[in-house]
């Protein structure tokens, strides 16, 4: 009986966890934006850091990843329609807003004070080893990342395991 109950609080809490940020639910952005890499969320960014990506889509990160101005204005509107300061109901993309210092503009993920914070501990063999190469690739470690779940519990590091604090 005991048991049943416990079963029954840990499927109980287990619910009550939704996503960390709200998954990509755009099919547009898919096919613009995660064919190269993996297809960021709107909510892991703030509304400036993608103003700046899409008007600087011909020199991005070294890469040259222009459309034409229609496909660019559908696919912005998305993304600040769904930026971490309109998505504070989630809770990471509520911590990297306020995470956020006043006017700097942040042009990646990873120069976000919460991401560098969080990060912090992994040690520099496990991001460069070639499984991973940069914290850009964030579903090398991160299994669940693509249904919006970034929680420890599904990390997973190559060559390491599961992440042990
Ligand atoms: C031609 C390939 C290509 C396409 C298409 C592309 N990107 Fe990228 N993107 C890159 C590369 C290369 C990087 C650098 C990170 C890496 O090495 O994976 C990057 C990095 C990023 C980052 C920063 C990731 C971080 O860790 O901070 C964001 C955000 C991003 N891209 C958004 C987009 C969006 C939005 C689109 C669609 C409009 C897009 N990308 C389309 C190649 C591409
Ligand atoms: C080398 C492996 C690795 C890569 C690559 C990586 N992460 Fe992580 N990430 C971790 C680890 C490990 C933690 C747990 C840190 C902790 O809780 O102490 C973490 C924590 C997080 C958290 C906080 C989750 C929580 O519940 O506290 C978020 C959000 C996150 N990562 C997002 C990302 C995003 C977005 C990317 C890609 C831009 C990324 N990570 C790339 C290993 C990685």
Redesign the pocket.
Known sequence: MRFLLFVFIAILSLEAKGPDVRPVDNEL?KK??A???YG?QPGL?PTQS?EF??QN?EN??????S?DDET?KS?LSY?LANASQNAMNYKRSAKITNSLENGVLYK????IPYHIKKHRKIEKWMITQKEV?????CTACHKKADQGIYGDDSVNIPNYGVWRD
């Open positions: 952005y613009e934006c064919t190269c890499h960021y960014l993608w990506i899409m889509l991005h990160y070294g890469s040259d990843a459309i660019n696919i993304l990646s993920i990873t120069e190469k940069t914290l850009s690739n």
